[in-house]
């Protein structure tokens, strides 16, 4: 009987301090930039919202983070597969690599694409000679949201391609399907889940990437500048409930998404 008090003791105890640690880094926080975004009152808000360079920097945050998006399901299921099916020098490290965005500061990475592609790079010059510029417009942008949500598709894919039975592949071949066709009709349905939850998650961080971004961007108001640098603006300018209203659009996106991409994955468990 004792044991069991303990016991249950033991299981509230652990389940409080749970919950307690969610409410406290995820809950409140949240709640405060919705709090926070209606400060100033609905009209502020609308205002806030209705911003040409407020609604333009999050339309062009969705344009680029959706091109990023899709650069990195189409690169991040590629990459999965040669590294699920294929077994060649190096491929435990470029395993790891794989996950270097998520270790590495998002700064440094910005910084990185600054010295490797800037005006003053060898890619830098050749770009300029052909008439086009990198850094500081949006292609930067996009090879810096590309950077940052790199492992995503790549990670989810990855096991759903080592799940797959062999014997669906060898039955299709079989049958006299051809390689593109047995990738079409048997492969690729098993692991679009794992494409769409990956592209989700892609898609959810780039909306909110700024370090590797405001290094890369020029953050010139219409052209350059995306959402996450526009808050921080509104931050420095003392306008937190301005700040706070773009950011209300960015968590309902996110919260959105991550609602589609549990859907997603319980439909693709239950197939």
Same mark, same amino acid.
């Given at each position: 009987?004792?044991a069991l008090?303990?016991?249950?003791?033991w299981?509230?105890?652990f389940?409080?301090? /749970?919950?307690?640690y969610?409410?406290?880094?995820i809950?409140?926080?949240v709640?405060?930039?919705?709090v926070?975004?209606l400060?100033a009152?609905w009209?502020h808000?609308?205002?806030?919202?209705?911003?040409?360079?407020a609604?333009?920097?999050?339309?062009?945050?969705?344009?680029?983070?959706?091109i990023s998006?899709?650069?990195?399901?189409l690169?991040?299921?590629?990459i999965?597969?040669?590294l699920?099916?294929?077994?060649?020098?190096?491929?435990?490290?470029l395993n790891?690599?794989?996950?270097l965005?998520?270790?590495?500061?998002t700064?440094?990475?910005?910084?990185?694409?600054?010295l490797?592609?800037g005006?003053? =790079?060898?890619?830098g010059?050749?770009?300029?000679?052909?008439?086009?510029?990198?850094?500081?417009?949006?292609p930067?942008?996009v090879?810096?949201?590309?950077?940052?949500?790199?492992?995503f598709v790549?990670?989810?894919?990855?096991?759903?391609l080592e799940?797959?039975?062999?014997?669906?592949e060898?039955?299709?071949?079989? %049958?006299?399907?051809s390689?593109?066709?047995t990738?079409l009709?048997v492969i690729?349905?098993s %692991?679009?889940?794992?494409? /769409? =939850?990956?592209? %989700?998650?892609a898609?959810s961080?780039a909306?909110?990437?700024?370090?590797?971004v405001?290094?890369?961007?020029g953050n010139?108001?219409?052209r350059?500048?995306?959402a =996450?640098?526009?808050?921080?603006g509104e931050v420095?300018?003392?306008?937190?409930?301005?700040?706070?209203a773009?950011?209300v659009?960015?968590l309902t996106?996110?919260?959105a998404?991550?609602?589609?991409?549990?859907?997603?994955q319980q439909?693709?468990r239950r197939g």
């Open positions: 009987m004792t008090i303990r016991h249950k003791g299981m509230w105890g389940r409080s301090t /749970i919950l307690l969610f409410a406290v880094l809950v409140l926080p709640l405060g930039v919705y926070q975004s400060s009152g009209g808000f609308a205002a806030s919202l209705l911003d040409p360079i609604w333009k920097a999050v339309f062009l945050t969705l344009k680029l983070g959706m998006t899709l650069i990195n399901i690169i991040g299921t590629m999965a597969w040669v699920t099916r294929y077994r060649f020098p190096g491929r435990t490290l790891s690599l794989v996950d965005p998520f270790a590495l500061p700064a440094v990475g910005g910084l990185m694409i600054l490797l592609l005006p003053g =790079s060898l890619i010059q050749a770009a300029e000679a052909l008439g086009f510029e990198i850094v500081f417009h949006q930067a942008i090879i810096a949201m590309v950077f940052v949500t790199f492992p790549i990670r989810t894919v990855q096991p759903l799940e797959i039975d062999a014997s669906q060898e039955a299709a071949y079989t %049958m006299g399907a390689k593109a066709r990738f009709r690729l349905p %692991m679009s889940s794992g494409i /769409i =939850s990956g592209g %989700m998650l898609f961080r909306l909110a990437e700024f370090g590797a405001v290094l890369v961007a010139i108001p219409g350059t500048l995306v =996450s640098v526009f808050i921080y420095e300018s003392d306008n937190p409930a301005g700040a706070a773009v950011s659009v960015l996106l996110s919260f998404i991550l609602w589609i991409m549990n859907r997603v439909r693709g």
